[in-house]
């Protein structure tokens, strides 16, 4: 089962609670139940809570990318794609390449580098936002 990564920006108040009625959809990567199983072990995302609008009354949770932990998700997730490239999945690939091996490795590698691209974006551009986040959806 997939879900999304989203980097999101919301509007928040001056204490730094944010709302939805307006939201700013930044980018988004498809990842699988392995990916989000390989952030959970980390301890990667924490919950949060995103209010309805500006009455601050209603809310939901969400699971969002701790901001202290950005550069670790970037490392890990690293370390998850050279052992991808290493696996011995990519070198029978060379010999053996039907149609479902390579459709399941693409999927795996576009996961793998959507999830890097989404987070280095908010670290790179983002970081000063703590209104900007990313989260699972």
């Known amino acids: 089962m997939s879900q999304q990564l989203l ?9 730094g609670r944010m709302y939805e009625p307006e939201t700013n959809l930044i980018q988004m990567a498809s990842i699988d139940t392995d990916m989000v199983s390989f952030f959970d072990h980390d301890e990667l995302f924490e919950e949060s809570v995103l209010f309805e609008d500006q009455s601050f009354e209603d809310f939901t949770r969400i699971k969002r990318l701790k ?3 950005i550069g670790l998700a970037l490392e890990r997730i690293a370390a998850k794609l050279m052992q991808v490239l ?3 999945r990519v070198e029978n690939l060379k010999t053996l390449q039907t149609e479902a091996e390579v459709s399941t490795l693409m999927g795996e590698l576009q996961a793998i580098t959507g999830a ?3 987070i280095k974006l908010k670290r790179d551009s983002f ?3 703590s ?3 990313v989260m699972l959806g």
């Open 67 to 69: 901001e202290d932990r």
């Open 131 to 133: 209104s900007t986040v």
């Open 127 to 129: 970081a000063a936002s």
């Open 116 to 118: 890097y691209h989404l």
């Open 7 to 15: 980097l999101v920006e919301y509007p928040c108040d001056e204490m």
């Open 86 to 88: 290493d696996s011995e």
